[in-house]
Each structure stands twice: as structure tokens, then as C-alpha cells.
Nanobody, 124 residues
Framework: QVQLRESGGGVVQAGGSLRLSCAAS????????MAWIRQAPGKEREVVAA?????FYHESVKGRFTISKDDAETMVYLQMNSLSPEDTARYYC????????????????????WGQGTQVTVSS
């Protein structure tokens, strides 16, 4: 069973950048769809980016965020540029099946394994 641990969150000014990292233990990401999912206070969780053999992005982060993974498939990253206060949230790394007949990669219900999350706060 894969375990996930996020790092890299913090406080940044609007327009700044952060890079989140997600480390796997107990396995690799090779058989999983991986995603970064965020939840802001009072809001629903949303998938901001996902990666299988291709990448997927929420409309609100396209052109600003980039998801990637290393060749060993034990690390997943989220490079976040041009951050705005609306990006303030707790960001979770999550893993789920690459193939599902019921959920797309944009659905939080797809993901079975979650990290503890890392807080990102963007000040105006």
C-alpha cells in the first residue's frame, strides 16, 4: 500500500511561486493516477492537476501550474506560478487507479490514498 507525504507549502505573496513535492513510500506511482487536490475553507475539494501518461489541469490553474513526476516514479511535483489569494488552500497528494469506469481523474472520489496535506497561503 503506497503512503504519501507532501512538502513545500508555505506563505507567499501574490504573483509568487511555490513547488510542492509528494514522496511515495511502500511502492511507486507507476500503476496509479496521481493528483494534487486542494480544499479551501468552506469549499469543496477540487482536483487541480492529475498525471497518468498525460497531464490534466483544472481550468483555473491552466498555464500557471505544472504537475510532473520523476523517472523513478516515487516523487510527484506541483510547480505553482503566478499564485493568487484564490489559490490559498490545503493541498493534498492523492493516488488512485489509472482506469475507472465510474470516475474521471477530475473526480476526488477516484483517489484511494491521500497524504496529510500541506498548507499554501497566498497573501495579497
Amino acid at each position: 500500500q503506497v503512503q504519501l507525504r507532501e512538502s513545500g507549502g508555505g506563505v507567499v505573496q501574490a504573483g509568487g511561486s511555490l513547488r510542492l513535492s509528494c514522496a511515495a513510500s511502500g511502492g511507486t506511482f507507476s500503476n496509479y493516477a496521481m493528483a494534487w487536490i486542494r480544499q479551501a475553507p468552506g469549499k469543496e475539494r477540487e482536483v487541480v492537476a492529475a498525471i497518468t501518461w498525460k497531464t490534466f489541469y483544472h481550468e483555473s490553474v491552466k498555464g500557471r501550474f505544472t504537475i510532473s513526476k520523476d523517472d523513478a516514479e516515487t516523487m510527484v511535483y506541483l510547480q505553482m506560478n503566478s499564485l493568487s489569494p484564490e489559490d490559498t488552500a490545503r493541498y493534498y497528494c492523492a493516488a488512485g487507479p489509472q482506469y475507472s469506469s465510474t470516475h474521471s481523474v477530475y473526480s476526488v472520489e477516484l483517489y484511494d490514498y491521500w497524504g496529510q496535506g500541506t498548507q499554501v497561503t497566498v497573501s495579497s
